[in-house]
């Protein structure tokens, strides 16, 4: 299994940016498709962006052209930058294999004021 810590969440006005980081344990996480997932209060979680162990990558249409996603295996950790951010992004974010196998992690929230 591979463990989980989300970072880099906070409050950001509509427009601005932010950068979120997961930090993975286990040495299989080079094997992976790793992805950030969100959710918004009293909604499902959904998955917004997925990175292949390879590199490549998709996403949400409700992201897409705004949010990057990026992995770096040598030091286990998986981004997401995050611009032209809009209040429907507001969630809990984390990071989780694609697809979710064993516990998530605690998440990180991120808020966007209008």
């Known amino acids: 299994q591979v463990q989980l810590v989300e970072s880099g969440g906070g409050l950001v006005q509509a427009g601005g940016s932010l950068r979120l980081s997961c930090a993975a344990s286990?040495?299989?996480?080079?094997?992976?498709?790793m992805g950030w997932y969100r959710q918004a209060l009293g909604k499902q979680r959904e998955l917004v962006a997925t990175v292949t162990s390879g590199g490549s990558v998709s996403y949400a249409d409700s992201v897409k052209g705004r949010f990057t996603i990026s992995r770096d295996n040598a030091k286990n950790t998986v981004y997401l930058q995050m611009n032209s951010m809009k209040p429907d992004d507001t969630a809990n974010y984390y990071c989780h294999t694609v697809p979710p196998v064993g516990p998530w992690g605690r998440g990180t929230q991120v808020t966007v004021s209008s």
């Open positions: 286990g040495s299989i996480f080079s094997f992976k498709a």
